[in-house]
């Protein structure tokens, strides 16, 4: 029986379930592969690279969703829809990153509509639906922490989380509400080994006439990728990279550089507590190999005990 790389579930001898493909749009019948293979996904990147406002290490293409056609057209702009192919060096990267992102959603943390899709070589690739589009042609006002700070895209690790906080409560409407967000989103990337978040990777979003922390982005576990030693946040906190504890994670940063209060430390540490089991069921059934969830268990579990999360019989 095969599984919906939208929704996870079972759908018999379809590619994808029907429940996926009302997620992708309520009037859509069927979806067809993409037109290309994960190679040729990753030659369109690059020869699209200049014409794109989204750049990183990930291959990365605009694309709408034809409807009628039951296809993913890709564009050079107005697309509503970012694809990511698999990667050249490194390996299952669209797996990891929506699997990854659905971790956040268990938690409460906001992330858009996401998932996998079949290219004609019956590779994966991601997708995701953007935040900052509007209708046909309009955008929702976002900037990211850099342009926030003054930093470049060369400069995007020079920085710290102590800083990122004041950003937060010189730009955000209630800062309050948006550093307990904050606080969630760094256990998270702890437990799930995401140690690529720079400057880039946090934006605001301007909504109902707020400025608030936008839906996360590009949460991926990239320590179960890399080789060698890997830092353990990409932007410093308590003048460290590596190494984090509880002690520095929960009491320096939640409580006295966020400043929040022991009933929102709690209430975030149990909300994270009571999805771990979850968490593993989800690994389970994911699209990565069988070597990658062992990996993603195991970081998880040793995490899980360095912040003393259990996991539930």
């Not at 509880?246 to 540490?269: A, P």
């Amino acid at each position: 029986m095969n599984r919906c790389p939208i929704t996870y579930s079972p759908c018999d001898e379809s590619i994808y379930s029907e429940k996926g493909l009302k997620q992708l749009a309520p009037n859509l019948k069927t979806l067809v592969p993409l037109d290309f293979s994960a190679e040729g996904l990753r030659t369109e990147a690059m020869l699209r690279a200049s014409k794109m406002s989204i750049q990183g290490v990930q291959p990365k293409l605009s694309a709408i969703l034809n409807i009628k056609n039951g296809r993913f057209e890709i564009v050079d702009k107005n697309g509503k829809y970012i694809l990511k192919p698999q990667h050249h060096v490194f390996p299952e990267l669209p797996q990891n990153e929506d699997l990854t992102m659905r971790l956040a959603a268990s938690v409460g943390i906001e992330v858009p509509f996401h998932g996998l899709i079949w290219s004609k070589d019956h590779s994966l690739t991601y997708f995701i639906k953007r935040f900052d589009r509007k209708g046909h042609k309009d955008k929702i006002a976002v900037e990211d922490f850099a342009q926030l700070a003054g930093m470049s895209r060369d400069t995007k690790y020079n920085y710290s989380m102590e800083r990122l906080v004041k950003l937060i409560d010189s730009y955000c409407t209630f800062p309050v509400i948006e550093k307990a967000k904050l606080f969630k989103l760094i256990l998270f990337n702890f437990l799930t080994g995401n140690e690529d978040m720079h400057l880039k990777n946090y934006s605001v979003i301007v909504r109902n006439g707020k400025v608030e922390l936008s839906p996360a982005y590009d949460l991926l576990s990239s320590t179960i990728v890399l080789k060698g030693d890997v830092e353990e946040i990409a932007l410093s906190m308590k003048g460290k990279k590596s190494n984090l504890n509880r002690n520095i994670l929960i009491d320096y940063f939640g409580k006295d550089r966020c400043g929040l209060t022991d009933k929102v430390v709690e209430r975030t540490f149990d909300t994270i507590q009571k999805a771990i089991s979850s968490w593993f069921d989800l690994i389970e059934i994911s699209f990565l190999s069988e070597e990658m969830k062992d990996r993603y268990r195991d970081l998880l579990q040793k995490r899980m005990d360095i912040l003393g999360f259990e996991r539930s019989k």
